[in-house]
C-alpha cells in the first residue's frame, strides 16, 4: 500500500524573499554594460602639449591649496588651474576624434580567435591567434563606431607604428578588463 502524496508547503517567507532578491540579482547582471575603450586621435601637438602642461599645474595647484586650507590666494590659484585645465581639454576634445571599442561576448571572442588560427610558425612562437589577420578582426568586431574590417587593415597598415599599436591596444585591452573582484569576506 502506498502513502499519499504530502502536501506541498508554500515557500517559507524567507525563501520567497530569498529567491525573489536572487531574482533581482540576476537581472541587474544580466543588464551589465559591456565594458568600453575610448581612443583619442588628435594630431595639434600644441594642443596636445598644452593639455597636459595645464593637467600638471592644476594638479600641482591643488595639492598646494589642499597642504595650506587657510590660504585663499592657493585655493583661488588652484581654481583658476582647475578652470585653465578645463578649457584645454574642452580644446582637445573639439580637436579630436575618438573611436569606441567594446568588449565582445565571450563566446564571441573565443569564435573570432579560432577564424584566425596562428600559423605552424607563428603556433611555434606562441601566438594564440594569427597577427596578421585578427587584430583587423577584433578592431572591427569591437567598434561601437561601425568600423569595417578593411578600414581596420587600411588604418593598422597606414598608421604609423605607435599610432596602429595604440588602435590594437584599444580594442584588445577593453577584451581584457575586468570589473570583478573575488571578495575576502
Known amino acids: 500500500m502506498s502513502r499519499p502524496a504530502p502536501a506541498k508547503r508554500p515557500p ?10 536572487w531574482a533581482a ?15 583619442r586621435i588628435c594630431d595639434d601637438d600644441p ?30 590659484r588652484a581654481a583658476d588651474a582647475a578652470a585653465a585645465h578645463d578649457d584645454a581639454r574642452a580644446a582637445l576634445d573639439a580637436a579630436s ?6 568588449a565582445l561576448p565571450r563566446p564571441v571572442l573565443e569564435d573570432l580567435i579560432a577564424d584566425h588560427p ?13 597577427p596578421d589577420t585578427f587584430p583587423a578582426a577584433l578592431v572591427s568586431a569591437a567598434s561601437v ?7 581596420a587593415e587600411e588604418l593598422l597598415n597606414g598608421w604609423s ?13 577593453v577584451q581584457q578588463e575586468s570589473r570583478v573582484e573575488l571578495g575576502k569576506d
Open 12 to 21: 517559507s517567507p524567507s525563501a520567497a524573499s530569498a529567491e525573489g532578491a
Open 25 to 39: 540579482k540576476m537581472d541587474r547582471l544580466r543588464r551589465r554594460a559591456r565594458p568600453q575603450n575610448k581612443l
Open 47 to 76: 594642443l596636445r602639449q598644452r593639455f597636459e602642461e595645464t593637467e600638471q599645474a592644476a594638479r600641482r595647484a591643488r595639492f598646494v591649496a589642499e597642504a595650506n586650507p587657510g590660504d585663499e590666494q592657493a585655493g583661488q
Open 97 to 102: 576624434d575618438f573611436l569606441t571599442f567594446r
Open 118 to 130: 596562428p600559423t605552424e610558425q607563428q603556433t611555434e612562437e606562441g601566438a594564440i591567434f594569427n
Open 145 to 151: 563606431d561601425g568600423m569595417s574590417r578593411e578600414e
Open 161 to 173: 607604428a605607435p599610432d596602429a599599436n595604440a588602435l590594437w591596444d584599444a580594442a584588445w585591452q
